[in-house]
């Protein structure tokens, strides 16, 4: 009995030992993340049929992640938690208001090196292609970025309409911004009159409004192998907590959750 007894204690102190190992993120580990990570580096588009990438910020939103999977899934969660311990890292992820949290195990490698594995999958190799570059963003406040680009749980986007009646899943247009890189920023509207891709060249705060202007990928309804580039300059002020309006598109867009 008393071995026994000895034995779960001992196992206990173990346990306690290695839960006091792990701690939140420093900032030293913070920077070492934040940047563009990719299991190729190079162009940014990969013949490879999979191409996963991700983009890890701290500085501006306390803590998002960017993932794409290279063919069809990107999305932006908000980090809730991080851990460490040596060169293993936990993170936990909220992509959605309406789905649960998901966890992503790291392990430090090399000064630019990691493995990333999600709970139910396989460890995959990144590397870290481009440190952050928050030039095109300067101008803006993190608050203003972040708005923009997350909630307290996942990612936003936008319906095109104003008020209660407004359906997320049906209007004419889309509109999706990410303002936090921390090195690609862009906004993206899409619905039945077509594509915009406006790739963000500068993006600035000026008496209550918020200025973005940069190169924009054109495509007409579905017609796109006419598709064009055009300077664009955008012009987003806010009516409440949850509505935008839009120049020189002169829509109003609702803020919806995904």
């Known amino acids: ?50 191409d996963p990438s991700m983009e890890i910020e701290f500085q501006r939103s306390g803590g998002s992640l960017f993932d794409s999977d290279g063919a069809d899934i990107e999305q932006r969660g908000r980090i809730l938690n991080t851990a460490r311990a040596g060169n293993d890292i936990t993170l936990t992820i909220s992509f959605s208001e309406n789905a649960g949290p998901e966890t992503r195990h790291l392990r430090l490698s090399g000064a630019n090196r990691m493995t990333s594995r999600a709970s139910r999958g396989k460890a995959v190799a990144f590397r870290r292609c481009e440190k952050p570059d928050r030039v095109s ?11 923009l680009t997350l909630s307290s749980r996942g ?37 039945d009159a077509g594509d915009e891709w406006l790739k963000v060249r500068e993006a600035t705060e000026k008496d209550g409004a918020i200025l973005i202007s940069g190169t924009a990928s054109v495509t007409d309804g579905k017609n796109w192998q ?33």
């Open 137 to 147: 963003t300067a101008g803006l406040s993190a608050k203003a970025a972040t708005d």
């Open 226 to 258: 006419a598709s064009r580039e055009e300077e664009r300059r955008l012009e987003i002020r806010w009516f409440d907590d949850s509505r935008i309006d839009v120049q020189p598109w002169g829509v109003p867009f609702t803020r919806c959750l995904d």
């Open 155 to 191: 990612s936003i986007f936008f319906a095109e309409g104003s008020g209660p009646g407004v359906n997320c899943n049906k209007v004419k247009s889309f509109l999706r911004l990410d303002l936090l890189g921390p090195v690609t920023f862009n906004v993206h509207r899409w619905g």
């Open 1 to 50: 009995m008393r071995g026994t007894v000895i034995a779960v204690v001992a196992a206990l102190t173990v346990c306690a030992s290695v839960e006091a190992q792990a701690a939140p993120l420093d900032k030293g580990t913070q920077d070492r993340l934040e940047g563009r990570w990719a299991t190729h580096c190079g162009a940014r588009i990969s013949q490879a049929p999979f």
